[in-house]
């Protein structure tokens, strides 16, 4: 079992930056395949990016290619999202969240249901 707590949500001016953090708890971090996802008030949850267990693979919905970034270090148990060039469409909470399902496409990696664990998720804002 895995815990996850996000950080790093803020408000931002459009065309800014902001780095989420996930931390998780165990010793197992490194076998897990983490994503994230996010929340706009009134919409459904959707997939934001997805890492592999080694950093190997990366996946990204379409609408952040080029301006967001996954990426994790296993021996400080943390998966970062790193997010550039805001835009007021990506007002939401973020959530971060893992699965030690096995994965080997987009399909699978951006399905909620492929992840088990969840944080509480983190708010960022991007103001116009």
């Known amino acids: 079992q895995v815990q996850l707590v996000e950080s790093g949500g803020g408000l931002v001016q459009a065309g800014g930056s902001l780095r989420l953090s996930c931390a998780a708890s165990g010793r197992t971090f490194g076998s897990y395949a983490m994503g994230w996802f996010r929340q706009a008030p009134g919409k459904e949850r959707e997939f934001v990016a997805a890492?592999?267990?080694?950093?190997?693979?990366?996946y990204y919905a379409e609408f952040v290619k080029g301006r967001f970034t996954v990426s994790r270090d296993n021996t400080g148990n943390t998966v970062y999202l790193r997010m550039n060039s805001l835009e007021p469409e990506d007002t939401a909470v973020y959530y971060c969240a893992a699965t030690l399902d096995y994965c080997s496409d987009y399909g699978c990696y951006s399905t909620i249901e492929t992840y088990k664990y969840w944080g509480q998720g983190t708010q960022a804002t991007v103001s116009s």
């Open positions: 890492i592999n267990w080694s950093g190997g693979s990366t």
